[in-house]
C-alpha cells in the first residue's frame, strides 16, 4: 500500500539478500548416451547434454530424476542428429561437432563451449549449475570485462543490458515505464552476448519466473527459474545474426503479415461508437492521410464481453466492417481474456459447460475482476480450449474482420498480485501445473488459440494479431507492442532500445503506441514520434481515455502536414520493409537493428540507443527531445547519403546534424540500394523503384520480396524474390537482377526502374550486361527495365 512513498525503504522493507545457499550439482560419477546426448549422472543430480543441431546444445537439468527433455510451446525446432565426436579422460570430457566444441570438466560438474580452434564461448568457474531443495534452479556464467549483453525481450532502458538484472515474469504495468521498471508484460528469457565482435547466446526454455543477473558480481552472471527444469540452449554464434537465426531456429520465425498490417494503424481507447468510428475515417479520407487501420478498444463490447458488440453504440458492425473495407481501411477489434460471469452469455455458458475455464485443484472456476467485472480465464495450455477459443472468433471473422488486438493476456487481474493466483492448476494438454510454474505462457498460448482459429476461420487468407504478452516464440503468432507507455519525451527515446531488443529476441514485428499512450501529447511530440513510427515495423497511433485526442490532424495544419509526409513516406518505403519482413520470415532477422548487429566488430556502435538500421543499409538518427534541431550522428564505415539532401557523411565518425520539425534524420550507405513505390497511399502497389546509391567502389547484394500480400499462397512459392547485385567501379556501376520465383505467379509490379542517384560525371551504367542510357529526372538517371 504505501510502497511508494518512503516507506519502500524503511529498513525492516530491504533484508540483506540470500545467496550461497544452492547447492551444486557436484562430481560426474558416471555417464550415459542416450536421446541423441549424453547424461552425467553426478552426486546431487543429473545433467543431460543434446546436440540439437552442430551449432546448438541443450543443457537439461532435473534434481530429481534423470532430466526429462520435455520443452515449452516456445520450442518448434527438431532435434537433429548431430555427428560428434567424444574423447574422455579421468579429469574432463570432449564433444566435438563441426561448430562447437563442448568441454565438460568432471570434478565437479563445469560446462564449457568453444570454438573448434579452442576460443572460449561460455565457461564456468567456482559456479555452475545448482539448485535450492525449494525447486529453485540456477546456472552461472563467466563474464569478461568486454561482454555486452543484448536481448531480454521487452526491457525498459538502454540497449546494453550489462549491470542490469532482469526478471521475467508477465507484469501489466500502467505505472510509468522507468528506465527501473521490470517486469513489463513480454517474457523472453534470452539474450545475446557480445564479446569483441563474436556473439553467442542463451534460451533458458522455462516459464516460471525466471531471473538474469547482470548486476551483482563483476566476474559472474548468472539466471535463474523460481520452478520448473533448468533447460537452456547455448547458440555458437558467430556473429550476432548466426546467433539469432540459431536462437530462431529454435523458437520459430514469424509469418508473413498481411501487407494491410504494416501500414499505418490509427487506435484510440475508445473510438466508442459506430458513428464516431465513420467520421474517423472520413477525416483520413478528405485529409488525404493514408490509413490501413481502425481499432475497436473495449468500447465497442456489450458490457466489455468478448465475442459481442454493444447494440446502442454499433447498431450493424458488418455494415460498418463492409463499409470502411470499401475504403481500404480494416477494422481490428480488442479480445481479452476475461470471460465475464454471466450465466445468459455464451461465451461462459459454453466455457463452463465444456469445462474451458481455469480451476483449482479443488475443481472451484478461478474467477478475477477484470474490465467486465468477475470473469472466467480460458485455459489456454489445453489444446481443446485453444480450438473452442480459435473457433469463437468466427463471430468476428464472420463480420468480414481479419485482425484481432489481444491484451490483457499477461493475464491481468485487479488485485495485488496482478495476476491469476499463482495456485490455479492449467491442465495442460494432460501434465496439470500450477499457474506460478507456466505463468509467462498465458499470452503466448492465448496468441496461438487466436491466430491458428483466425487462420483457420480465414480460409487461406492471412490474420494479423498484435498482443501485448507473450514469451520465447510469440513472434510464431503476433505482432508485439510494448504497451502502455505515456506521451513522455524520455519514453520517445526509450522505445528505440526496447523494440531493438524485441527484435534482437525474434520479435520482428514490433513497435510503441506512437504520440504514447497515457498523459497528454503536444504537436511536436507527436509530430517527432510520427516520424520514428514511419520506420518502425509496427506503427500505430493509440492513445488513452481522458487524453488529449491524437489523430494526426489535432494539433493544427503546420504539424498535420508534417506528419502526412511522413505516413505517405511509410507507403513509400513499403516494398523495402516487406523484403525485410520476408527476411524476418525466413532468417528471423530484426527488421529495426542496432547498428551492432550490422557493425559487430566496430565497439562504438555497442551502446547506440538513440540511432537504428532499418535493414543493412539505412540508419535513422531521430530527434527526440523538445526545441531541437541539431543532434550528434555516429556513421558506421563507409559513405552515407542524407536520404532528403544527398548530402554525403564520412562513416567511421560523428558528425552534427541538422533537422528542423519536417525532417528525420534518415541516411542510406553508399553503393548500396532501397526498393521503394512512388504510390503514397494504400498498401495496393503498382510501380516498383529501386533507388541505386552510385558508389566508385565496392558491391552489394540484396533482394526484393513480393507476394500477393494477402493469402498463405506464399507457403508454395507463389511469390517474387528479385535478387539484385551491384558493383561500383570508378567509372561503370554495374547493377544485375534475377527474378528467382520458383512459380509462375503474376508479377505485382507493371512497371519497374532503377534510379541511380550520385553519379559521378562519365560513370556508365550497364543493366543485365546491357550499357543504359536512362532519362535523367530530378533524383537521378532513371532506367526503365521489364522483370
Ligand atoms: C490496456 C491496454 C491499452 C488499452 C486499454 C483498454 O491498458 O494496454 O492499450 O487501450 O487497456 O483496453
Request: aromatic content about 12%; glycine content about 8%.
Amino acid at each position: 500500500m504505501l510502497e511508494d512513498t518512503s516507506f519502500a525503504i524503511h529498513p525492516g522493507q530491504n533484508q540483506a539478500m540470500e545467496n550461497g545457499s544452492y547447492r551444486d550439482v557436484g562430481t560426474v560419477k558416471s555417464i550415459q548416451k542416450r536421446d541423441g546426448g549424453l547424461t552425467f549422472i553426478c552426486d546431487e543430480a543429473d545433467i543431460h547434454l543434446q546436440f540439437y543441431r552442430s551449432d546448438i546444445v541443450r543443457v537439461v537439468m532435473n534434481q530429481r530424476d534423470i532430466p526429462d527433455l520435455e520443452s515449452t510451446p516456445a520450442v518448434v525446432a527438431a532435434l537433429e542428429s548431430v555427428n560428434v565426436d567424444i574423447e574422455e579422460t579421468d579429469s574432463r570430457v570432449l564433444v566435438t561437432t563441426n561448430r562447437l566444441v563442448v568441454s565438460v570438466s568432471k570434478q565437479p560438474f563445469r560446462f564449457s563451449v568453444l570454438t573448434p580452434d579452442g576460443q572460449v564461448i561460455v565457461s564456468e568457474g567456482d559456479r555452475g549449475i545448482g539448485f535450492k531443495e525449494n525447486g529453485e534452479v540456477i546456472c552461472y556464467k563467466k563474464m569478461e570485462p568486454e561482454d555486452r549483453f543484448y536481448g531480454f525481450g521487452e526491457k525498459s532502458g538502454f540497449l546494453d543490458k550489462r549491470g542490469e538484472t532482469y526478471t521475467m515474469w508477465n507484469t501489466d504495468v500502467y505505472a510509468p515505464h522507468n528506465p527501473e521498471t521490470d517486469p513489463l508484460y513480454q517474457s523472453i528469457p534470452y539474450f545475446m552476448a557480445l564479446r569483441n565482435g563474436r556473439a553467442y547466446g542463451i534460451y533458458f526454455d522455462n516459464p516460471s519466473k525466471t531471473t538474469f543477473d547482470m548486476k551483482t558480481e563483476q566476474e559472474v552472471y548468472s539466471f535463474k527459474g523460481d520452478s520448473g527444469k533448468l533447460d537452456y540452449y547455448v547458440f555458437a554464434g558467430e556473429g550476432p545474426k548466426d546467433v539469432i537465426e540459431q536462437y530462431t531456429h529454435i523458437t520459430g520465425r514469424m509469418p508473413l503479415p498481411p501487407k494491410w498490417a504494416i501500414g499505418y494503424h490509427q487506435s484510440r481507447y475508445s473510438y466508442e461508437s459506430e458513428e464516431e468510428v465513420r467520421a474517423l475515417a472520413n477525416t483520413f479520407k478528405e485529409k488525404g492521410i493514408p490509413l490501413d487501420v481502425i481499432y475497436l478498444d473495449i468500447h465497442y463490447m456489450d458490457e466489455y464481453r468478448v465475442f459481442t458488440f454493444d447494440k446502442d453504440r454499433f447498431p450493424n458492425p458488418k455494415k460498418l466492417v463492409q463499409d470502411l473495407r470499401e475504403e481500404g481501411i480494416r477494422v481490428v477489434p480488442i479480445v481479452d481474456p476475461g470471460v465475464k460471469k454471466d450465466p445468459e452469455y455464451l461465451a461462459y455458458q459454453e466455457g463452463v459447460r465444456n469445462d474451458h475455464f481455469c480451476k483449482y485443484l479443488e475443481g472451484d472456476i478461478y474467477f478475477g475482476d477484470v474490465w467486465p467485472g468477475t470473469s472466467a480465464f480460458p485455459d489456454f495450455t489445453d489444446e481443446r480450449t485453444q480450438k473452442w477459443w480459435g473457433k469463437m472468433h468466427e463471430f468476428y471473422t464472420d463480420l468480414g474482420i481479419e485482425g484481432i488486438w489481444n491484451d490483457m493476456n499477461e493475464p491481468a487481474v485487479f488485485n495485488e498480485t496482478k495476476t491469476m493466483d499463482t495456485s490455479v492448476i492449467h491442465k495442460n494438454d494432460g501434465d496439470p501445473k500450477t499457474h506460478r510454474q507456466l505463468h509467462n505462457l498465458y499470452g503466448l498460448l492465448m496468441g496461438k488459440a487466436t491466430y491458428e482459429g483466425m487462420e483457420r476461420n480465414l480460409n487461406g487468407k492471412r490474420p494479423f494479431l498484435l498482443t501485448r504478452a507473450g514469451f520465447a516464440g510469440v513472434q510464431r503468432f503476433a505482432s508485439v507492442w510494448t504497451g502502455d507507455n505515456r506521451s513522455f519525451w524520455e519514453h520517445l527515446q526509450m522505445s528505440l532500445p526496447m523494440c531493438m531488443n524485441l527484435g534482437l529476441s525474434g520479435v520482428a514485428f514490433t513497435g510503441p503506441d506512437v504520440g504514447g499512450f497515457a498523459h497528454d501529447t503536444n504537436g511536436e511530440l507527436l509530430t517527432r514520434w510520427t516520424q520514428v513510427g514511419a520506420f518502425t515495423p509496427y506503427f500505430r497511433n493509440h492513445s488513452a481515455i481522458g487524453t488529449l485526442y491524437q489523430e494526426p490532424w489535432q494539433f493544427g495544419e503546420k504539424y498535420e502536414a508534417i506528419m502526412k509526409r511522413y505516413i505517405e513516406l511509410r507507403y513509400e518505403w513499403l516494398p523495402q520493409l516487406y523484403s525485410l519482413f520476408h527476411e524476418a520470415h525466413t532468417k528471423g532477422l530484426p527488421i529495426m537493428r542496432p547498428l551492432m548487429l550490422e557493425y559487430p566488430r566496430d565497439a562504438k556502435t555497442y551502446a547506440i540507443h538513440d540511432q537504428f538500421m532499418i535493414g543493412d543499409n539505412t540508419l535513422i538518427a531521430p530527434i527526440m527531445q523538445p526545441e531541437v534541431t541539431d543532434r550528434a550522428v555516429y556513421f558506421p564505415e563507409g559513405e552515407w547519403i542524407d536520404y532528403f539532401s544527398g548530402k554525403v557523411y564520412e562513416g567511421g565518425t560523428t558528425h552534427l546534424v541538422h533537422a528542423e520539425l519536417d525532417t528525420l534524420p534518415l541516411f542510406i550507405k553508399r553503393g548500396t540500394l532501397i526498393a521503394q513505390s512512388p504510390i503514397r497511399t494504400k498498401t495496393e502497389q503498382k510501380e516498383l523503384e529501386l533507388h541505386v546509391y552510385a558508389h566508385t567502389k565496392g558491391s552489394y547484394n540484396s533482394s526484393v520480396y513480393d507476394d500477393d500480400g494477402e493469402t498463405t499462397n506464399y507457403y508454395s512459392g507463389e511469390a517474387m524474390k528479385l535478387n539484385l547485385s551491384i558493383q561500383c567501379k570508378d567509372h561503370q556501376i554495374a547493377i544485375s537482377y534475377r527474378n528467382d520465383n520458383e512459380m509462375e505467379w503474376p508479377l505485382p509490379y507493371k512497371k519497374c526502374s532503377f534510379i541511380l542517384h550520385g553519379l559521378v560525371d562519365d560513370q556508365q551504367v550497364w543493366v543485365n550486361g546491357e550499357r543504359q542510357s536512362g532519362v535523367w529526372t530530378e533524383q537521378g538517371l532513371k532506367v526503365e527495365v521489364t522483370i
